[in-house]
């Protein structure tokens, strides 16, 4: 069974420039969470969303925005790029929104560098 | 805000020796404390995860020991392997909420 696979796994944007990144959950995980983690330092919570809504935001300007489609993949926007910006972009998936209540799987994420 | 604190930054470790990770939390209202651990170029995995209610927990060579008092908990890897150099992240969520807080990561390697 296939785990949480992100793409594309390593890209190069310019300041001012767009970014999306997507992400596809195991399947019949309905959440998905996304979480940035600046190098040498522990991911930091992003969004999340369970079926298709968004159940909760961390703290990150509205240059980020995201969404969950019908078949619960989901793709994480950045506006705007900027230098601080550059980071492993981690997505992960489970059953229920509660990391407490079932495993969190996480994808080996997507590196961006803004230059 | 840093609500999750761990230390060391990094370790070394003899084969076969004991590593130890430590962790101290702030918000009381955590009620669960998962260990992660991420080699280079993969995403973190669910190593072992504790609840407040229970002092420790053992799943292998690997424990967790639990401080609710002092708001620490801990990770000890027994007989550490160089397999298990890796960075090992402790974290805390609360029940009813989305995200996880994650500690700043320890650096483990294990020599021969």
């Known amino acids: 069974d296939a785990g949480v696979t992100q793409s594309p796994t390593h890209l190069i944007k310019t300041r001012g420039q767009h970014v999306t990144l997507r992400c596809s959950p195991i399947s019949g995980h309905k959440s998905v969470s996304w979480y940035q983690q600046v190098l040498g330092q522990g991911p930091q919570f992003i969004f999340q969303?369970?079926?298709?809504?968004?159940?909760g935001r961390g703290n990150f300007p509205d240059r980020f925005s995201a969404r969950q489609f019908p078949n619960y993949s989901s793709e994480l926007n950045v506006n705007a790029l900027l230098l601080g910006d550059s980071a492993l972009y981690l997505c992960?998936?489970?059953?229920?929104?509660?990391?407490?209540?079932?495993?969190?799987?996480f994808g080996a994420g997507s590196r961006l560098t803004v230059l | 805000q840093q609500q999750v604190k761990q230390s060391p930054q990094s370790l070394i470790v003899q084969k076969g020796g004991i590593s130890i990770i430590n962790c101290a939390y702030e918000?009381?209202?955590?009620?669960?404390f998962p260990w992660y651990q991420q080699f280079p170029g993969k995403g973190p995995a669910l190593l072992i995860a504790i609840r407040p209610d229970v002092s420790e927990k053992k799943e292998g060579r690997f424990t967790i020991s639990f401080n609710k008092s002092a708001k620490q908990f801990s990770l000890h890897i027994m007989d550490s392997q160089p397999g298990d150099s890796a960075t090992y992240f402790c974290?805390?969520?609360?029940?009813?909420?989305?995200?996880?807080?994650f500690g700043t990561g320890t650096k483990l390697q294990v020599i021969p």
């Open positions: 918000n009381t209202a955590f009620d669960y």
């Open positions: 974290a805390a969520s609360k029940g009813g909420y989305q995200k996880v807080t």
């Open positions: 992960a998936s489970s059953l229920v929104p509660d990391p407490g209540a079932n495993v969190l799987t």
């Open positions: 969303y369970y079926e298709k809504e968004e159940r």
